[in-house]
């Protein structure tokens, strides 16, 4: 969540205190550091008008923080200007650091009112800062002073280090691309660009959140479901229950709930009943509609780019990412582009002739894509997808993840079941503790879907890897508290929590997001991010480890004999693992590439169809009929949300660097290999973002990524 900035107008429009000496601000949780072990937020002690309160409160604070900055007479320097504004809004930044996880993963209609209340405040807080011009004149003079002088490991005024050289050139960006060079006039343009757009993403991720957990299809009688594995039929049963619907059986779009209906249940009508809600999602003509939402947010996006000098939007978003241009996304996505394609043409053919097999002839559509797929690789492989899933019970599975984080950098992982608090029952609580046996992080995993929690899977943190000085006045690293939700599989009357697969590569996906947030080690906030499309670097290299054999040997037991998976049960997931990867490639890349081509236009009319636009651009370039974008563009929360905006490409930028990364490892023999994985933490997980992306990966691996292992890796 951003910074906000309440003036005192509207804090009386409000009808709130300004938390100054009255009773409420000494019972108020957030206004100091938790007293609570490891500094865990007290979860059952905050109310909504706790963080409303610790909000304004640290809005006054930062304000006076900066005031102060602008106020000093000294001449301009590191430490009397970025130092100081690299770590202003201290209380802010804990109350948005404890309401955002929660918003996003226990959402409640308090909670989706309080972010409506303060989306407007979010945008007037950044402008009030980056369109500063007295703080930016001294920030300019920082910069002019230093951004051409060598770098001194030894630090000091005169000359900086490294990393605090990377935090004057990234606070100085930050306030160009916000606003800071602009006339007056202009500035207030992009506040009212600004204001709207953070209300219309907000409205889009609100209504998003609506149409996937309140969307419901309902069946009346359990013979509709053939096909479908009893546990799932189980958990529709329990839903339906849920919303008063007694012995019939409902899904609503999480994917838990929906995808085994698209895989396993023979009934075709049904299949297209619940791929057609789920795709659907923003485009129903009701109130939760996202269609003009979105020709909105990219209509104001363009306008905001051409403000600012740039032709599109693509441009602005690409400007600080590794890269850089359209073009070169594009290129990158056009060489997968094609061999995608022809892979899921010959996915088609075989789903035609399983048609066939069942005495039909009718011509393959969406919904029959991954049902007949399934079929397809089952007769290919002689696989099936739930026996393997009786070997992946989810506690086993963490297990397995927290093997290869043992193996590869030394942790171990200590549950801790009490005197800690928690946010939510079903979440677990780790120390993490580092291979020379000092606490490195706090770990929450968060695995199973819930009413009020979002869609997707995703990493975040309660409080981020910092440093504070302590009484002594040394400065004393602060671990993170972090966290991974995911919507996985739920257990159900007979059966424990058993993962697909792909759920399975999704634990291991973000907790290599939860790694890097563990070791990352910066001093200064403004040196903690990497690019956009570096970012997923961590987490996808993880991934490889999840189906090989040796780890699978750990963790892959079965819930009932707790027997090994057998070896011949492995070959068969490791032969039958490119499957399928024409369908997965192809709609992936249809996304990343409607998301571009929203951010290169340069206009766009009045009676602008997103939809309409996202099926002429996809027909253009031979999208197979049958395969639609992962999400469309109404319920494309990466992008319309705000996040990955023209960098939904980002997943595969850095699978091509993943991918060339894990060959370091394969290329000694021992996937385990001690040397590589500990260039790999030094390099890539724990500079944060003092070095650029490419230069991380060139620490690492000495050599330019090629695209030639991420072709193999997904059999193209």
Same mark, same amino acid.
């Given at each position: ?40 937020? $007290? ?74 209340? /303060? ?52 606070? #100085? ?8 060079? /602009? ?45 479908? $594995? ?25 994917? $838990? ?17 619940? #791929?057609?809600? #789920? ?38 978003? /690409? ?147 910092? #440093? ?97 998976? $057998? ?143 991420? /072709? ?5």
């Amino acid at each position: 969540m951003k910074k906000i900035i309440m003036t005192a107008a509207v804090v009386a429009a409000l009808g709130l205190s300004s938390c100054s000496g009255n009773k409420e601000q000494s019972t108020n949780p957030l206004f100091s550091e938790f007293n609570t072990p490891y500094g865990i937020p $007290p979860f059952d002690q905050i109310t909504i008008d706790n963080f409303r309160e610790a909000m304004i409160k640290g809005m006054e604070e930062e304000k006076a923080e900066i005031q102060a900055i602008i106020d000093c007479q000294d001449e301009p320097t590191f430490a009397n200007v970025i130092a100081p504004l690299d770590k202003s809004g201290e209380l802010l930044d804990r109350a948005s650091s404890t309401f955002g996880p929660l918003s996003s993963s226990n959402s409640t209609q308090e909670m989706r009112d309080l972010e409506k209340e /303060l989306s407007p405040l979010e945008s007037a807080h950044s402008d009030f800062i980056y369109m500063n011009q007295a703080l930016f004149n001294k920030v300019k003079a920082v910069y002019d002073k230093h951004h051409s002088m060598t770098v001194n490991p030894e630090g000091g005024d005169a000359i900086l280090t490294k990393e605090e050289r990377k935090v004057l050139e990234n606070c #100085y960006k930050r306030f160009v691309r916000g606003g800071a060079e /602009l006339d007056d006039a202009k500035k207030e343009q992009l506040k009212e660009l600004n204001l709207k757009l953070s209300e219309l993403q907000l409205q889009f991720s609100q209504n998003l959140l609506h149409e996937t957990n309140e969307t419901y299809v309902t069946v009346d009688n359990v013979e509709e479901l053939a096909g479908l $594995p009893e546990a799932n039929i189980q958990a529709a049963a329990a839903m339906a229950a849920s919303k008063g619907q007694e012995g019939k059986y409902m899904f609503n779009m999480q994917r $838990p709930s929906c995808n085994p209906v698209l895989q396993y249940c023979s009934n075709r009508d049904l299949r297209k009943k619940i #791929y057609d809600a #789920y795709y659907g999602r923003g485009a129903q003509g009701n109130e939760y509609d996202n269609r003009d939402i979105c020709r909105q947010i990219v209509a104001l996006r363009i306008e905001k780019a051409k403000l600012m000098g740039y032709s599109n939007y693509s441009e602005v978003a /690409l400007e600080n990412r590794m890269a850089k241009t359209s073009e070169n996304v594009y290129n990158l996505l056009d060489q997968i582009w094609t061999p995608a394609v022809a892979k899921a043409k010959e996915e088609i053919a075989d789903i035609k002739a399983e048609i066939k097999k069942d005495g039909f002839n009718f011509e393959p559509e969406g919904w029959d894509y991954m049902y007949y797929a399934d079929r397809a690789k089952k007769a290919k492989y002689n696989i099936n997808e739930e026996e393997v899933s009786e070997y992946l019970e989810i506690n086993n599975v963490l297990k397995g993840i927290f093997y290869v984080a043992n193996k590869l950098y030394g942790l171990t992982f200590e549950e801790i079941t009490d005197k800690v608090p928690s946010y939510e029952k079903t979440a677990q609580c780790w120390r993490v503790i580092d291979k020379d046996g000092k606490e490195l992080a706090i770990f929450f995993s968060d695995y199973f879907p819930r009413d009020g929690k979002g869609a997707g899977a995703w990493c975040t943190s309660f409080r981020g890897q910092k #440093y504070e000085k302590n009484a002594q006045g040394v400065e004393e690293r602060k671990i993170p508290l972090v966290v991974n939700v995911c919507n996985m599989t739920v257990a159900s009357a007979d059966k424990p929590a058993l993962q697909t697969i792909d759920n399975v590569n999704t634990m291991f996906h973000e907790f290599g997001h939860a790694l890097h947030s563990f070791m990352r080690d910066t001093h200064y906030n403004g040196a903690a991010g990497v690019e956009r499309d570096f970012v997923e670097l961590p987490s996808q290299i993880d991934e490889h480890w999840a189906m090989e054999p040796e780890v699978l040997a750990v963790y892959a037991k079965h819930y009932k004999t707790g027997e090994t998976i $057998p070896m011949e049960l492995v070959n068969k997931i490791v032969e039958s693992g490119k499957y399928g990867q024409g369908f997965a490639t192809v709609e992936y890349l249809a996304a990343s590439l409607v998301d571009m081509d929203l951010h290169v236009l340069t206009e766009v009319p009045a009676d602008f169809d997103v939809l309409a636009f996202e099926q002429k651009k996809l027909a253009e370039r031979g999208c197979p009929r049958q395969i639609y974008p992962r999400y469309r563009v109404t319920n494309f929360s990466h992008t319309m949300g705000g996040g990955y905006t023209a960098g939904y490409y980002s997943y595969i930028w850095a699978e091509v660097l993943d991918c060339d990364a894990y060959e370091a490892f394969k290329e000694t023999g021992d996937i385990f290999n001690q040397e590589v994985a500990d260039k790999f933490r030094k390099y890539i997980l724990t500079p944060g973002g003092i070095d650029d992306g490419m230069t991380m990966y060139h620490n690492f691996r000495g050599q330019d990524p090629k695209v030639d292992a991420l /072709l193999r890796n997904r059999g193209l």
